[in-house]
């Protein structure tokens, strides 16, 4: 039976020295970004859809204000968005109301407004083929080119929307809003230029306001399209919003600083930065004496790039104008730790954690100290003290989030694009730290119970039922791709599972089923006090293996854990 | 004698077949044209002085483009793109207008889906913006194993072309230089396209617009060549950029405003290293300038009419910024 025992240790030390044999490698996920605070939930038809909705809630509000509240909001909102066409007949109580009250300028704006809008030949064509073309002049058709919506405007009408309906409009609030309308047809006209110079010409007039971050949104595009890539990005970080379809460098990061020192962009920017950062640097080998069932993660490091980020994030954290400087010093020790600098990746990270920053970066921070402590050498005596702080905010966090219904889109490592996944992504940590920190710390310590008793945790951590799920693709996904990069737990490690539910903390290592070492536990205690079991297994590490088999019984009651007081 | 009589029926009559076919006079009057492929259809001071400069009359004018489906609705195999807009200022009394219609290899596989909706949009497009047209053409890289479907296309069309207008259209097609070795198409003339001879993403491709290396290698095709045949010559530059390791980042259609000495060193023969920091995109190390010279045209001009005949010309295209690179003189002889 010890010659058992001493094998499948011997199984489970082999297994993790093949699967982690560089350091600080990463087999579960390569391409998983663990520097990654928030979701991508700014891709541009989402932000798009959110500026969108925030306008019509503006918009209704001002028209609501232009008619002194005598016309309902509803009356208002159908005027505005439901009502194709406008002449002196119509019956819509705001429309009457600026007839009524001779509101020349709002109804030279509708007038033009009706017979141009986008929404309405969108909606006027919407079930007509793409290869409709009016015969007639007047209608409007619309098509899609490269996956933008744009709408040929084409027709005498909207040759009047043009910068003679801004220069000839007195009222600064109307005019405002004709400068966005024109610069609207000039982008979708492709005339990306003259959008350029409407904004450039104009925009100085319009107040802080959403109607400005339209304005500034068709600005930022046009710019893009031009190939005005760093303008553009400078213009869209002035809005809060970050264009994955960019490329931000340090230089580019350098210059938004410079005109914008504290977009709230910047958490996307960075986290981008690190990410790419990361993907650039980390390489995968199959070559003997690897395989693909146990392949060879190691990073390499770009010491240029990242010391031009960290002067960077330097000088922004001197200057005191970001008002999220712990992003920047995460951000550092995140490239630190990629670089192999372990012990700077730690400094940096309790530097962050002191500066000021958003939740959401604070949570990154603590995360983030969570991996980089569970790959610590030099804290042997008090691994799991410094550890477990962090490590059960994680899982208490994990059970109040729930497990995300949404990992299927995440399968492959891509990038989630949706906040909801910043869910999955906590449980990816809580992987990371048990499977590639935990376990390996253990193992390679001849701590081989303590080990199992972490797996065991992590696995019984992911009995729930969408757990499971999740689970189960992974290994179908893996089976069938041969590589899993995905709850990889099975294949790099050893099968150990709990299967059978004795009282007390008896345990019975001699019982072996399929081959697999059976390591029986109590799960409600498991599940609910992991520390406590926790302590349970320094006992059992403490008392050292069995000899010969048989059962060992520690005692019914263990010392409540310290750390928990 | 006799002998010397049927040899002479003989010569004759072998030369009768290998003269070209003969063009329809109306479409081949010898006028200088021009193509127009922006998508805004609006003709700058410098650009109407030029088109009566140069007595043109025809303007081939991209219409549309025809690719696959990509967009999320499903109702169409292929759909049009790119859809040029016509400057309601814009008058096109006495000028002959012929829409060109770019089809891509992958969508005219698909041509039955769309002949009819094509014919209709194009007839469409005619009536609102008031053109008078007589004539269409057809752009298609077509190969060996696309050309059944092309060919069968620009039958098809011309019947429902006919059905829309209520008259005939002439139907006539680009062709390029590798096309020249294949069957001609059933069309009533085509537009030999001397440019994009070259691979331009390779980064030793001297000059991808226009090579006259990569043109001669067809020109024993155009001797037999049956038919009727007009030139297209390339008046545009472009910048080819490429990244630390020569691949191929990005074909540039307008020279970046950093185009200047300072930020860059030249290499020879087009070829720049970026050198300066203060560049739009930091990824890209070289860039290849290729514009064509007002003889290496020539030459090439030279050389396909002594193998086909003299031959009604095209630029392309027009574009005041492009073509004010040549002078009077050397347009001129573009089109002589």
Known sequence: MKSRLSLISGILLLSCMTAFPCGYPDPIEPQWHWFF?????????????????????????????????????????????????????????????????????????????????????????????????????????????????????????????????????????????????????????????????????????????????????????????????????????????????????????????????????????????????????????????????????????????????????????????????????????????????????????????????????????????????????????????????????????????????WWEYDIGGAIPEDTSFTALHHIKILRRTILLGVIPHFEQRGMAFKSMAYLNFYEEFMTDDNMKKVRNYARKGMLREGVGLFGSTVYFHPPIYREEYLSEYDYDYSNTTNGKLVLVADSIAWQKNFDYNTQFFNYMDAVGRPDGGGKVRPPKQLPRPQFLQ | MKKCIAFCIVLLVVLAGCQHKNPNNTLFSGENSVYFWRTWYSINDYERQFLSDNHIQTRYIRFFDVEPNHGWRDDDKCVPVATISFDNEESFDNVHVVPVVFITPEAIVEYESFTDHLAHRIYAMCVKNKLEINEVQFDCDWTKSTRDAYFQFLIDVRKALKTYFEKDIAISSTIRLHQLAQTPPEVDYGVLMCYNTGDFKNFNTKNAILDIKDVKPYAKYLKKYQLPLKLALPCYSWDVEFDATKKFVRLNRSPHEWYDTTQLKNLGGGLYEITGDDIPDKAVKYVRHEEVSAETILQVKSLVEKSYGKMPVVLYHLDSVQLSKYNPDEIKAFFD
């Open chain 1, 37 to 405: 605070y928030t979701g991508h939930n700014c891709s541009y038809n989402e932000w798009q859809g959110k500026l969108n909705e925030a306008f019509r809630e503006e918009n209704i509000t001002f028209w609501h204000n232009r008619v002194q509240g005598k016309v309902s909001r509803e009356a208002v909102e159908a005027a505005l968005y439901d009502l194709y066409i406008l002449n002196d007949q119509t019956d819509n109580k705001f429309f009457r109301y600026l007839y009524d009250h001779k509101d020349k300028e709002a109804l030279g704006y509708w007038t033009l407004l009706k017979t141009t809008d986008s929404d309405y030949i969108h909606q006027a064509v919407w079930e007509r083929s793409e290869w409709y073309y009016s015969e007639k002049t007047g209608e409007r058709y619309w098509y899609d080119e490269d996956e933008l919506p744009r709408y040929d405007l084409s027709i005498s009408q909207v040759e009047t929307l043009d910068e003679g309906a801004i220069l000839s409009c007195k009222d600064k609030e109307i005019r405002n809003r004709f400068l966005l309308q024109v610069m609207r047809k000039c982008f979708y006209a492709h005339d990306y230029q003259g959008c350029i110079v409407l904004w450039e010409r104009y925009g100085k007039e319009v107040p802080k306001s959403v109607l400005r971050k339209q304005c500034l949104n068709y600005y930022a595009g046009a710019l893009r399209r031009i190939d005005r890539d760093t303008e553009a990005a400078i213009v869209y970080a002035g809005i809060g919003f970050y264009d994955p379809r960019l490329h931000y460098d340090v230089e580019v990061l350098r210059k938004i600083y410079e005109k914008e020192p504290d977009s709230k962009a910047f958490e996307f920017m960075v986290q981008e930065f690190v990410n790419t950062y990361f993907d650039k640097n980390s390489h995968v080998s199959y070559e003997p004496p690897y395989s693909y069932m146990h392949p060879h993660y190691y990073y390499t490091r770009d010491v240029s790039k990242s010391n031009a980020f960290n002067a960077l994030a330097d000088e922004i954290v001197r200057d005191g104008k970001n008002l999220n400087p712990a992003l920047w010093v995460s951000a550092k020790a995140a490239l630190a730790y990629i670089n192999g600098d372990n012990a700077a990746a730690i400094r940096l990270i309790s530097e962050a954690d002191k500066l000021r920053g958003t939740p959401a970066v604070k949570d990154n921070i603590r995360m983030m100290r969570l991996v980089f402590n569970s790959t610590r050498n030099d804290i042997d005596a008090n691994y799991e003290t410094v550890l477990l702080p962090d490590l059960q905010w994680l899982v208490r966090k994990i059970e109040k989030e729930g497990v995300p219904c």
